[in-house]
């Protein structure tokens, strides 16, 4: 695994990993986008997909951020930036917005992550260290309410450290609940059997990203490179 003194490896850039993540949005979904890289992914929805973007403070069908002086100060998304409403869009209560996750009615959820584990459990709110500002919001809701969580996020800290790990050691906002994970050098799915890497960035190898995850990984069909084995082994 990467100690943080490593090489650096280049991949997709954010608007790469955003642009990658859009085009496994189901036609026809509803989908809740966390704060920070994950509102980048509306960005780059293909054009024939007609999704309904969900906010947890109460709109369903969430517009793109307005032209700076058609601002509404009213008219936020749950980062508190601003938004527009498609035509059709409907406005309601937070609580009803939390009934719509809890009840599973949102098709998919994309999150960043400060670690996922090999099972797919996520920590995104609090590295736990002394002082750290908990920030949590309606994570742990969506991670249990919602059909499908992809996470985006850097392979890596800005130190190097691998952030898909073994198992947690920040404090949790659920477990077992990522099904996807798309990073600046793969697409990384969990699986039962592990983890398993589906598709690599461009020039990024499949013995690169082994060596940049720190937890078993399994090569998917169709990769050059059809080898498993263990973060760090020849």
């Not at 036609?27 to 809740?32: C, K, L």
């Not at 406005?91 to 994309?110: E, K, N, P, Q, W």
């Not at 940049?212 to 973060?231: M, Q, S, T, Y």
């Amino acid at each position: 695994m990467s100690d943080g003194r490593g090489p650096s490896m280049k991949g997709w850039s954010r608007e790469g990993m955003a642009r990658r993540l859009a085009m496994d949005v189901p036609d026809g979904s509803y989908v809740n986008l966390g704060i920070g890289m994950p509102e980048l992914v509306a960005q780059f929805l293909p054009s024939d997909r007609e999704v309904l973007y969900h906010t947890e403070n109460g709109l369903l069908g969430m517009g793109p951020p307005p032209d700076p002086d058609e601002v509404d100060p009213e008219l936020i998304n749950a980062g508190k930036k601003p938004v527009t409403a498609i035509p059709g869009a409907a406005y309601f209560h937070h609580a009803d917005s939390f009934t719509m996750i809890r009840g599973g009615h949102i098709d998919l959820c994309v999150l960043g992550a400060m670690q996922v584990s090999a099972s797919g459990d996520l920590a995104n709110w609090s590295t736990g260290a002394e002082g750290a500002i908990p920030a949590v919001g309606g994570a742990m809701d969506l991670v249990q309410g919602v059909k499908t969580i992809y996470v985006i996020t850097r392979h890596a800290t800005k130190k190097g450290y691998p952030k898909i790990v073994p198992s947690c050691t920040f404090p949790l906002t659920g477990r077992a609940c990522v099904d996807r994970i798309y990073t600046d050098l793969a697409v990384v799915d969990v699986e039962r059997e592990g983890l398993v890497v589906s598709e690599l960035a461009p020039g990024i190898s499949f013995e690169q990203v082994r060596e940049a995850i720190d937890a078993d990984v399994i090569a998917g069909e169709g990769l050059a490179d059809p080898g498993a084995g263990k973060a760090g082994e020849a």
